[in-house]
């Protein structure tokens, strides 16, 4: 699946306990960065982008109280059933490159 801006995006789209929703564009690398503060507090950890300026974060509290128990793997990273495709993939497709 495509957003308008041609970046390939997240099937997962239910089930996370809070979000920020906020208007920073997001580059895909920047997506698993901090979402800092005009004074430089980290508030969150970007997760997806939904358009050109549509993007949401995790915030700082919640991914704070799951990190004990990230750390000790009572709590693995979900895998996606299909991942994403990405523009040159998609143009790729059936031409055996």
């Not at 957003?3 to 997506?31: C, E, I, K, W, Y």
Request: charged share 20%.
């Amino acid at each position: 699946m495509m957003n308008q801006m041609g970046g390939a995006l997240s099937l997962r789209n239910a089930n996370f306990p809070a979000v920020l929703q906020h208007d920073t564009v997001l580059t895909p690398a920047m997506v698993g960065g901090p979402l800092v503060t005009l004074d430089g507090t980290a508030i969150g950890i970007n997760i997806a982008r939904a358009g050109r300026v549509e993007s949401y974060a995790l915030p700082a509290d919640v991914v704070t109280a799951l990190l004990p128990d990230l750390k000790s793997g009572r709590l693995a990273p979900k895998r996606q059933d299909k991942p994403t495709t990405t523009p040159e993939e998609k143009k790729n497709e059936g031409d055996g490159k």
